[in-house]
């Protein structure tokens, strides 16, 4: 695939191969091979051969020899060394073992030892000394180290300034997923006319993105919300370019009406339905008003039409989610402590005031202030029947966060594969977040903040606390949260579905790609998994502990459907006394008297209390005491010592805190082995004979399962590749070295275009 | 609602629920006591009170005192609670309040438990009440004060399994392929002559006469000559040994540190800093030099090359807790239900942890500088071990934490006394039951679902601040606002499952049963799938 062919016109810049380099990969048959996989429209920007990778932060005696490579999607490391110690291989068909998209690198150090120098760069970099380290630090909490030691100095160095200057892009259009889209465009319009790439497999199908009419017409009828309608107005974005061209408003509300409330709002951005409950109460999100002369009127009259939505025509409960969360700075600042935290500072230094220091990074605490938000917002929607409006100044971060696991939390539907990607295409990618922003992909934005991480965390607690609600797994949100990391997919590259429509036609035409009817281009979406991942190992996202609908049980010796408690929302607490006594004291009485022998008591919640705080308390309390309905609301428990650290996701590179033999995952291993060994007997027993036990079952019939129960021979105990960061491996991905590095904003520039590397390497 | 001290984990409660219920059933039904009782438990006294139910305010209830426990039953309509606490648990009691005393359940009594929560009640001011409650509990709770026996000796419970039998050290030792050319058994012991706080059958150097070993002994702490834990070989045992001291804090330390876990855990669990308030007290950290220690045991035993010596100053705290955990990880044996329980009795009971000092048994010096939580941090570090490997151990959380709870019931003999010389002077084994007694006979209570039985893996766990846990369910298990999911979800639906294969298979065999009497019959035509169809799909 790799050839020596002139670069491609529109990258005239590309710099040949030196010759040095040539003349080694001639005179060394065996590096001869060594050819990088590239992608459609991937092109190599420079390589270097002879390259040390380390694998051990220690000792060079595991180090592997190859080359590295820079392409315009990736740095790739190709080697024919096996990869020592490692003993599991999650594979990702788009990219090497060795590979990091150019999207993941945060920061890249190089070293020269003997000169005792080093440098962070950025694009547009000069580099005075020939490194002879390279260390990338990745957005995915990884830290890979390259050695130069036998490498052409010049082409070396050249790699550096390669990669500093391609993954650090000064403009959205030069991301990879658009020369990706591009070349699929040309290639299918050179063989036949219409459609280059569905959106996606079949799975992304499934998926509703949100992005029709009708998307949104059916969400509304599956939540069986009356009093709300899909309205057009926003088509073309001509209201507003950060919100989907399709909403959901209160039926009450005339087009006309809204076009005239929308300039008052921050971004245009009017109120819009997220869900309804089945009692009627809604889940709405705005923006700000802007206006402070209309702030009352308008006010009123959307209160007024979603009270007028509601069934019981109930009031409207407004949480201002500025005033109450932490912001997205804060955000960002816990988590650069995090990282710092958990790979950058050496193992055993931090082991001392781990608890401590964990605490300080407060992201724990925010975790459970969303979690405990958006409960008490449950708690509203479902036990007060309130419709709930989240508001936000430009309501397109902490709303996506509250309105997402609200959702997650009452609805099971969400908590199904397809039904979490169709609430994360509708309250993330359509609702505006700004994935663009917040990932910083074109590192330049003061705007990074890892809020859809927080997000997947929030989640992970979820999943952690009840797992037999929840169909999919741990390993899938990791995977999902490294999916951002790769700039492929059109899911995650923009700011808004309008960014993705102006951004993609721009470029459309300046490629002379014919888009017909299509708004933009298509770009493949990270729902279609089979571009990353084989069918098998996709089964690793299904969670084995799962109880859906269908899942069957025994009950009084017969097989039926998991039964499920009739929609029981709050039944209990229907019509209860605000007062009630049952068991629980009021406050008034658990205040110590004096000389009293009552211990010095606080509530549960610190904060001094209004009823309306007790009834919540009480609700929560009520709903800790009855068994999960697995199909029903689920709430979070909050205290410190349940909301924990997501260990796969920021321990799955570090080395020493990786259990071999151990952790959940070997409980995930044996439960699946015995729900495989149900299926196949279900199997087994639809088959019209029921004949015996087919030996080649497992054979016959693909599994849901990733670990399958195997025949009556095989060894039964635990696999020796299970550890603790299973399926991910912690072998040469995190190369610590202690260094100070530079924030990368000092680096930044505005050149839309790329700069020769060339160029920069000769500029001394 | 409010039962909270009756959480599921407490092992007292769930070992009465048959006499619970044959009491609902009106069978045993006797109006002056529903009181559950174990045979030869008697019942001494009653009296209304208010319990102060730290998390649910006062609650009145008529609380009855027995031999063996202390048994409060709500008064009030509304409220289920039922505290059942054994007096053993009981370190210290308290009188609360004076004559003078105003304000309402400002006089009464505060009991301190062993197992990390106070009790609280508030009694009548007339009436010498409280005087005739204190006087009974002081009297029971700490009979080696008043020349009573413990209630191990007078418990008639009957098992169909004895515990006693559990470990023979013979025989284990010949699990272990010892004596071999390395090792030999020793009777040098046999009356505790050398060593009263050692076993009477030791395994000892092949090349140490019995001479050797008195004379060793005269130098030694307590004449505790060294001994083999678990039977590591080596060509020249004290020349390979290697000598390392571990950096592992003192009894006292560790009592002061467990205070402060119960300060932060009871009543209140400390919010707004659970995780700073957490390091200060230290105990993890313990733990972690724990661990640590028995893993760099472990590692030097198998690596083949050293035996260990494992030293303390009189060898049986630290020396327990690593020989015990180092056990565990190298041999898997150890891992099951009857191996632990051999390990418990081998490397803590006969080796001499001197338990009736480290918990003081029926003895009122709650202030006592000898009392430790040492085997409670072994249990504790066993726990972590389990939580870092799920499949790898036979038994589960409950089983760890009924060993807990009856270290400290004094139902059953197995923790009594300092050292074997002891237990055999005062016949414990004929005379008290075996807390093994209890498990082993309804051994699948304390099974681990998920256990997969691996002959040969050693299991080295991460001994880091980043996977160690406080124990939740243990800890905090009084509190019904942290209260962890009962059943656990997952081993719910492992459970969920093994019933459905079950099922499944039962089908299978009756398709079978039938298809191989059409196939017998040569009249019948071939088995037609439509005849099958409807009876197997009716179900899906």
Redesign the interface.
């Known amino acids: 695939m790799f050839s020596l062919k002139p670069p491609r016109p529109t990258f005239r810049s590309y710099l040949l191969p030196p010759p040095q380099t040539d003349d080694k990969i001639n005179s060394e048959p065996k590096i001869k091979k060594l050819e990088p996989v590239l992608l459609p429209g991937e092109i190599v920007v420079n390589e270097v051969n002879f390259v040390r990778k380390c694998i051990a932060s220690d000792t060079s005696q595991y180090d592997l020899w190859g080359k590295l490579i820079c392409s315009n999607f990736k740095i790739s490391f190709i080697t024919d060394d096996p990869m020592p110690l490692q003993k599991f291989h999650y594979r990702n068909l788009l990219l090497g073992e060795h590979d990091v998209p150019l999207t993941c690198i945060e920061q890249i150090v190089t070293l020269n030892d003997h000169k005792r120098k080093q440098k962070v760069l950025g694009p547009n970099q000069k580099l005075k000394f020939n490194p002879t380290e390279l260390i990338i630090y990745c957005k995915d909490f990884r830290i890979v180290r390259f050695r130069f030691d036998e490498s052409g100095p010049e082409s070396a160095k050249k790699v550096c300034l390669a990669i500093a200057h391609y993954s650090q892009p000064t403009d959205l259009q030069l991301l990879f997923a658009f020369e990706y889209v591009g070349k699929k465009y040309h290639n299918s319009a050179s063989k036949a006319n219409g459609a280059p790439l569905g959106a996606g497999g079949s799975s992304s199908q499934k998926t509703p993105l949100f992005e029709t009419y009708s998307d949104w017409d059916r969400e509304v009828k599956r939540t069986g919300a009356l009093g709300w309608r899909v309205c057009s107005i926003n088509e073309g974005y001509m209201i507003s370019t950060c919100l989907p061209e399709y909403f959901v408003v209160p039926s009450s509300l005339a087009d006309q009406d809204l076009k005239v409330f929308s300039h008052s709002f921050v971004g245009r951005r009017m109120p819009f339905w997220c869900w309804s409950h089945s009692n009627g109460s809604a889940l709405v999100r705005t923006a700000l008003i802007r206006d402070v002369l209309q702030q009352r009127k308008i006010e009123q009259r959307i209160c007024n039409a979603i009270t007028k939505s509601h069934p019981q025509r109930s009031d409207v409960y407004k949480s201002d989610l500025d005033k109450t969360l932490p912001n997205i700075q804060d955000i960002q600042v816990a988590f650069v402590k995090l990282k710092q935290l958990c790979v950058n500072e050496p193992?055993e230094e931090t082991?001392?005031?781990?608890?401590?220091s964990?605490?300080?990074t407060r992201w724990?605490e925010y975790v459970r202030a969303f979690l405990k938000h958006a409960a008490e917002l449950v708690y509203v929607l479902e036990s007060k029947r309130l419709s709930v409006v989240l508001q936000e100044e430009e309501g397109r971060d902490l709303s996506c966060i509250i309105a997402s696991l609200v959702q997650v939390m009452l609805d099971p539907y969400f908590r199904t594969i397809t039904g979490f990607q169709s609430l994360i295409q509708k309250e993330w990618v359509m609702a505006g977040y700004p994935f663009l922003d917040r990932c910083n992909h074109l590192k330049r934005s003061e705007k990074e903040a890892p809020v859809f991480l927080l997000f997947l965390d929030t989640t992970w607690q979820l999943l952690e606390?009840?797992?037999?609600a929840f169909e999919f797994s741990e390993t899938y949100l990791a995977v999902l949260h490294d999916s951002t990391r790769v700039a492929l997919f059109g899911t995650f590259l923009f700011n808004s579905p309008h960014q993705r429509v102006q951004q993609s036609t721009e470029f459309a035409i300046s490629k002379n790609i014919q888009l017909g009817d299509e708004k933009g281009l298509k770009f493949p979406s990270v729902w279609d998994w089979s571009l990353q991942f084989t069918p098998k190992d996709r089964t690793l996202f299904h969670n084995?502990?799962y109880?859906g609908k269908n899942t069957?049980?025994?009950q009084n010796?017969?097989?039926?459907s998991f039964k499920r408690p009739k929609k029981s929302y709050s039944s209990t607490l229907r019509g209860m006394p605000a007062s009630l006594?049952?068991?629980?004291?009021s406050e008034e009485?658990?205040r110590p008297?004096?000389?009293?022998?009552?211990?010095q008591?606080?509530p549960?919640s610190?904060e001094p209390r209004d009823s309306q705080d007790w009834d919540a308390e009480q609700f929560f309390?009520e709903w800790?005491?009855r068994p999960?309905d697995l199909h029903g609301t689920i709430l979070p428990?909050l205290?410190?010592?349940?909301i924990k650290?997501w260990?796969l996701c920021y321990?799955r590179w570090?080395p020493?805190?990786?259990?071999?033999?151990?952790?959940?995952i070997?409980?995930f291993?044996?439960?699946s082995l015995?729900?495989d060994?149900?299926d196949v007997?279900?199997r087994?027993?639809?088959q019209?004979?029921?004949?015996?036990?087919p030996a080649s079952g497992p054979e016959l019939a693909p599994s849901r399962l990733y670990f399958r129960a195997c025949g009556p021979h095989d060894a039964?105990?635990?696999p020796d590749f299970l550890s603790?960061s299973f399926p991910f491996s912690p072998v040469g991905n995190l190369c610590r070295r202690s260094i100070s590095g530079t924030p990368l904003s000092k680096f930044l520039s505005g050149a839309k275009i790329w700069l020769s590397t060339e160029t920069l390497a000769n500029e001394d | 609602m409010a039962s909270a001290p009756t959480s599921k984990y407490n092992s007292h409660s769930l070992e009465n629920e048959s006499i619970k219920r044959t009491s609902r059933d009106g069978v045993n039904r006797d109006v002056g006591e529903p009181l559950p009782r174990l045979p030869g438990e008697i019942r001494i006294t009653d009296k209304e009170v208010i319990y102060i139910c730290p998390f649910n305010g006062p609650i009145k209830g008529r609380v009855y005192i027995t031999n063996y426990r202390l048994y409060l039953r709500s008064l009030e309509t509304d409220s289920a609670l039922i505290l059942d606490v054994p007096l053993g648990v009981i370190s210290r009691i308290e009188k609360m309040g004076g004559a003078t005393s105003r304000g309402e359940n400002s006089y009464g009594l505060d009991i301190t438990c062993k197992d990390l929560r106070n009790l609280r009640f508030a009694l009548k001011q007339e009436g010498h009440s409280r005087r005739d409650m204190f006087e009974i509990l002081t009297r029971y709770a700490f009979p080696l004060a008043h020349s009573l026996p413990i209630f191990a000796f007078l418990n008639e419970e009957k098992f169909n399994v004895d515990g006693w039998t559990v470990y023979n050290p013979v025989e284990e030792y010949r699990r272990q392929g010892l004596p071999n050319h390395h090792w030999r058994i020793t009777f040098i012991n046999k009356c505790y002559k050398l060593c009263d706080t050692y076993p009477a059958l030791l395994v000892v150097p092949y090349r140490a006469s019995d001479e050797d070993l008195r004379r060793v002994a005269t130098f030694r702490s307590r004449n505790r000559i060294p001994a083999t834990g678990g039977g590591y070989e080596s060509d020249d045992v004290y020349h390979n040994a290697e000598l390392f001291f571990l950096d592992i804090h003192n009894i006292h330390v560790m009592r002061e540190s467990l205070k402060k876990v119960k300060d932060i855990v009871y009543p209140n669990v400390e919010e707004s800093h659970w995780l700073s308030s957490l390091e200060s007290t230290h105990w993890l950290e313990h733990i972690k030099l724990v661990l640590t220690g028995a893993i760099q045991v472990a590692d030097k035993v198998s690596s083949g090359k050293s035996s260990v010596v494992v030293h303390c100053s009189d060898g049986w705290d630290r020396t327990a807790q690593l020989t015990s955990l180092a056990m565990l990880m190298l041999d898997s044996f150890y891992r099951s239900i009857e191996g632990f329980e051999i390990l418990v009795q081998k490397e803590w009971i006969s080796f001499g942890h001197k338990f009736a000092s480290r918990i003081g048994h029926g003895d009122k010096n709650h202030a006592d500088a000898d009392r430790s939580p040492i085997f409670l941090q072994f249990i504790d570090c066993v726990w972590q071990m389990s939580k870092q490997f799920p499949t790898a151990f036979e038994f589960n959380e409950r089983f760890l934490i009924t060993i807990l709870d009856h270290l400290y019931s004094c139902r059953f003999g197995t923790f009594l006394y300092n050292c074997e010389s002891a237990r055999e002077k005062q016949k414990v084994t004929e005379r008290t039951v075996s807390l093994w007694s209890l498990i082993n006979s309804n051994k699948d209570k304390f099974k681990n679902p998920f256990y997969t039985k691996e002959i040969n893996r050693v299991l080295y766990p991460v001994a880091s601040m980043r996977h160690l846990e406080l124990w939740v369910n243990y800890y905090i298990r009084w509190n019904p606002r942290i209260k962890q999911q009962q059943p656990n979800p997952v081993e719910q639906r492992y459970m969920e499952l093994l019933a459905l294969r079950d099922e499944y298979i039962k089908r299978l065999d009756e398709l079978q049963l039938a298809n191989s009497a059409k196939l017998s019959d040569p009249s019948a035509s071939p088995s037609s799938p439509s005849q099958m169809m409807p009876h197997v799909q009716t179900h899906f």
């Open positions: 193992f082991e001392e005031k781990w608890l401590s964990l605490e300080n724990l606390q009840c797992p037999a084995p502990f109880i069957p049980c025994v010796g017969s097989v039926k006594k049952n068991g629980i004291i009485e658990l008297r004096r000389n009293s022998l009552i211990l008591v606080k549960a610190l309390r800790a005491s999960a428990h205290s410190g010592a349940h650290l260990k321990f570090v020493e805190a990786q259990i071999q033999h151990g952790g959940f070997t409980v291993h044996k439960l015995l729900a060994e149900v007997l279900s087994a027993l639809r019209p004979r029921g004949g015996p036990m039964p105990g635990t603790s």
